[in-house]
Each structure stands twice: as structure tokens, then as C-alpha cells.
């Protein structure tokens, strides 16, 4: 799982092992470590139907409905949006990178637009 933050956004994206363990577990979670401090950023699924999300405990929890969780594992649906509390929230699968790149990318998803790239490249 990777977080970005800019601003007043915070985007999720999820591997395929994120998404399934989401699914399963209904809940993950990762972190940064600061020394003695750390700031936890994880997902967890809710009965509701949006977005929506919190701060406690030094940790960012985005709550997503385990509706949306499914649609991500059994479609090709790339991710969910919305705005909680005047934040703008994305979830969305991590596509592997078509430019080079050293960092492990075997547990992302296929790119949509592989094929069309790699044509042009060509």
C-alpha cells in the first residue's frame, strides 16, 4: 500500500495482496517510522456507502465500503473517490510503471494502457 499526500488529498493505492487481504481481513495497515513516533496510514472496510476517513492516534484511516472492496477485486474497476470533512480521498489499485523503474512492482496490477504504450514505443 502507498499514500500520497498533497494538500488537502490523500490517495491510497493498492496492490493485488492489499486488495485481497482487504477483502478477507477488512482491514490493513502500514506506517512511517520517526524515531519513537509513528505515523500509521491503513484502510478499512465499513457497511457505509462512501468514502470517508480519520485521524486518532497518530494513524490515517480511510474507511471504504467493503461493497467498493469487491467491485476492485472482481472488475477492472480502478478505484473509488470523494470528499470527507473538506478532504479529497482516492483509493486505487497500483498499476505497474511502464517507464523503468527499480522498485518491486511484482504484486501490482497489469496496466490498462500497456499494450497501446509499448505499440508506440515501437
Known amino acids: 500500500m502507498k499514500l500520497r499526500i498533497k494538500n488537502n488529498s490523500i490517495r491510497y493505492r493498492l496492490t493485488k495482496s492489499d486488495v485481497s487481504q482487504l477483502a478477507e481481513k477488512g482491514f490493513i495497515q502500514d506506517g512511517v517510522h520517526f524515531g519513537a513516533t509513528t505515523l500509521a496510514y491503513s484502510v478499512k472496510t465499513t457497511t457505509g456507502d462512501r468514502l470517508t476517513s480519520t485521524f486518532e492516534n497518530n494513524t490515517i484511516t480511510l474507511l471504504i465500503p467493503a461493497d467498493f472492496v469487491n467491485e476492485l477485486q472482481d472488475t477492472d474497476r480502478v478505484g473509488f473517490e470523494g470528499t470527507d470533512k473538506g478532504i479529497f480521498l482516492l483509493v ?4 505497474i510503471c511502464m517507464d523503468k523503474t527499480a522498485e518491486d512492482q511484482s504484486d501490482n496490477y497489469p496496466h ?3 499494450d497501446k504504450y509499448y505499440e508506440q514505443k515501437q
Do not use: G
Open 112 to 114: 490498462p494502457l500497456a
Open 92 to 95: 486505487e489499485k497500483d498499476f
